[in-house]
């Protein structure tokens, strides 16, 4: 009981750690920047889409902030429990191979297919110190980080678009995009001499950890020692819907990437107790991770669009300080009247709106429940601050079918296009 109060104290205290150490300031200033640039980078997407930004990047760079340093102390807290032992070999082939991999593809830099690629390379005898359980329960950590991370702020930000779906049909739906700056203590091992270790500060710690066992062999004389080491890390999430609410498909991709990670930290401690297990787990690493990616891509294209046109005027997002915000609309509203008179489509609603109104009482039918209310605006509409579902005659923006490819691949296709036109010529 005694470790475990003193490991959480220090779990706690991890914050000062960062704030002694200038360079990892440093570091931690460089990621915040990176992750605050992606945010300005959305803006200007939001801008181009919408014609207005929401929310500034600064306001989202700060929210990222405090949900990341709620990550970081659940990370500290695992890798610790864990008894997760970091090495440089290790974190250098992930790092690189995730590296190389994002030029193929840019979902390619999670660490699952880094992870699952240097364990396999391991396992073939292509590369030497590399310890497969650690590593896989590092990719299974990270994840868990992630499902946090997604619950807590997964939903917030997300831009309302007109996509291209299956059916070829222009419905609405919503890009998810987040950065997070994650502050860790990592646990780390060193080979001390015993008389070194007497002028240390130590915590006993229970017999059954740690549960991952270090490959490093002390030398003769010497005994292998964990420390922690604060290091900085960043995570990003990236997704779409189109069947429902941003607020619900974070929940949905929380949960199948927390199945995943859960069975994936189960596999990474078997694979300490056979070579069939440690197979298991490196295949399962990329594997698992592309069957969460095909779950929740097979739930948005074969489910039914949330917003289209068949249910009339529906309302997909609101733009802030509007007057559809001041009266109280919402995503998924279905404008049915018009002070009175009815209204079947997004043409009728302008129809019934233009030039202008003043005092207005619209009667609204909510999507998912099927209820009536009516909400009202003293003042002059339009502008009404609605972006509607989308016509056919609409353009999309998003096709979900349509696959991002890395600079490598783009290269490739180049350089195969400039053969077939000489042979052609």
């Known amino acids: 009981m005694q470790a475990l109060t003193e490991l959480l104290r220090l779990i706690f205290t991890s914050v000062g750690v960062f704030a002694r150490q200038p360079e990892l300031l440093i570091i931690g200033a ?14 200007m997407a939001e801008a181009r889409l919408l014609g207005v930004v929401r929310t500034h990047p600064r306001e989202h760079t700060l929210t990222a902030l405090g949900a ?9 807290a695992l890798f610790i429990f864990l008894g997760l032992p970091l090495s440089g070999t290790n974190l250098i082939y992930l790092w690189v191979s995730a590296v190389l991999l994002m030029l193929i593809h840019p979902r390619f830099i999670c660490f699952s297919y880094a992870g699952g690629l240097i364990s396999l390379a391991s396992l073939l005898g292509i590369v030497s110190n590399v310890n497969i359980a650690v590593v896989i ?3 299974a950590v990270l994840h868990l980080i992630e499902c946090v991370l997604i619950l807590l702020t997964g939903a917030e930000g997300a831009i309302p678009v007109y996509v291209k779906a299956p059916t070829n049909k222009v419905v609405g ?59 900085i890390a960043a995570l990003g999430y990236s997704d779409f819907t189109l069947t429902g609410t941003p607020q619900r498909k974070a929940k ?12 994936l930290l189960a596999l ?23 069957l969460v990616i095909w779950l929740g891509r097979r739930m948005e294209l074969q489910g039914k669009p949330a917003y289209d046109t ?29 002070n009175g008179m009815p209204v079947h489509t997004r043409s009728e609603l302008a129809a019934a709106i233009s030039p202008w109104l003043v005092g207005v009482e619209f009667e609204v ?42 600079i490598l691949v783009r290269l490739w296709r180049r350089w195969m296009r400039r053969r077939r036109g000489d042979k052609h010529e």
């Open 310 to 338: 068949e249910r009339g005027a529906m309302v997909l997002s609101i733009l802030p300080g509007f007057p559809a915000d001041k009266m109280g609309l919402r995503t998924g509203d279905i404008i049915r009247k018009v």
């Open 268 to 290: 990474a401690y078997a694979a300490q107790h056979g070579l069939a297990w440690a197979w298991l787990a490196t295949l399962f690493a990329p594997l698992g991770h592309e």
């Open 252 to 263: 949905a991709t929380a949960g199948l990437l927390c199945l995943y990670s859960v069975a």
């Open 68 to 76: 990341g340093a709620i990550g970081g102390v659940f990370a500290t």
């Open 365 to 406: 039918e909510e999507a998912e429940s099927g209820q009536m209310r009516t909400v009202s605006y003293d003042g002059k509409i339009p502008p009404l601050g609605v972006r509607f579902v989308p016509e056919q005659t609409d353009i999309y923006v998003v096709d979900p079918l349509m696959r991002p490819s890395g």
């Open 173 to 231: 739906g919503f890009l998810m995009q987040r950065y997070w700056p994650i502050p860790i203590l990592a646990l780390m091992t060193a080979a001390l001499a015993p008389e070194v270790l007497e002028a240390v500060t130590y915590l006993p710690m229970p017999d059954w950890w740690p549960l991952f066992a270090s490959t490093q062999n002390p030398a003769e004389g010497q005994l292998l020692t964990y420390y922690v080491l604060p290091v």
């Open 30 to 43: 460089l990621v915040i920047w990176l992750v605050y640039r992606q945010y300005v980078r959305l803006a």
């Open 137 to 139: 329960a590092l990719v």
